[in-house]
């Protein structure tokens, strides 16, 4: 693939992205500006507040409720884990568990488990275990390929 970068004195930014057909590369390229544009809506106490798909460390189903954890709050989202699963996996998140849907970019280090469980370690120092119903989809994901496949 040929990247052109050029930076302008004047004028309004713009990314322009062409290609033949929807490779991998190409793929990874358009899900990170769609993820740059996307956001989610999560309430603290009584207050909607508009969150970064990119800012969320991870969501947890806790009682029947969700909850967006990012850096510094902990935020209430009105969508069960199974729509938020459908309209995050192409922004490089991961279902990782029956309760916990994580997001991969902000994973730090990973370490295998017995029973074919890995603990991931993610930027803000807390473990978020990845149970072995999901291991081995995550291998796969890792490695590139659909969780599916």
Partial sequence: MKYTIRRIQKGEDELILQYRKITPEVEHILCFFNREQSKLIGWQ???KILLNFSDILYLE????KTFACTDDA???VDYTLARLEQLLYEVNFFRCSKSIILNIDKIKCLRS???NRIDATIISGEHILISRTYASDFRKRLKGGAASE
């Fill in 61 to 64: 189903s806790v009682d029947g």
């Fill in 74 to 76: 902990v935020l209430r």
């Fill in 45 to 47: 106490d009584r207050t």
């Fill in 113 to 115: 488990l017995p029973s």
